[in-house]
Nanobody
Framework: QVQLVESGGGLVQAGGSLRLSCAASGRTFSNYAMGWFRQAPGGKREFVAAIRWSGGSTYYADSVKGRFTISRDNAKNTVYLQMNSLKPEDTAVYYC?????????????????????WGQGTQVTVSS
């Protein structure tokens, strides 16, 4: 049974940093991509960043490019989202997701929320 468990959320002041973790288990993810999405109250689920598990190619939403970094640790089967220079508009529940993803597929496909597995989410609140 696939499980994605997020951690690392919390309350931080604007300009601060947080690192989210997503521990993945239950299958081999070498042919998968991992994504981070977020959803603010009353809003739609929004793409944040994604990474190919094999090879490590990354892809970011324009709103977080230069501030957020996605990475993975193969040995720990964990994906991270390092968030710097946080803004109040980054406040949301952040979700980790996994999607079966072939090597020939363009990274842009990962913007869609059509992923195979989702975590429960972790709250990030940025105060002004």
């Amino acid at each position: 049974q696939v499980q994605l468990v997020e951690s690392g959320g919390g309350l931080v002041q604007a300009g601060g940093s947080l690192r989210l973790s997503c521990a993945a288990s239950g299958r081999t993810f070498s042919n998968y991509a991992m994504g981070w999405f977020r959803q603010a109250p009353g809003g739609k689920r929004e793409f944040v960043a994604a990474i190919r598990w094999s090879g490590g190619s990354t892809y970011y939403a324009d709103s977080v490019k230069g501030r957020f970094t996605i990475s993975r640790d193969n040995a720990k089967n964990t994906v991270y989202l390092q968030m710097n220079s946080l803004k109040p508009e980054d406040t949301a529940v952040y979700y980790c997701a996994a999607k079966a993803f072939g090597s020939a597929q363009p990274m842009g496909v990962l913007r869609s929320p059509e992923y195979d597995y989702w975590g429960q989410g972790t709250q990030v609140t940025v105060s002004s």
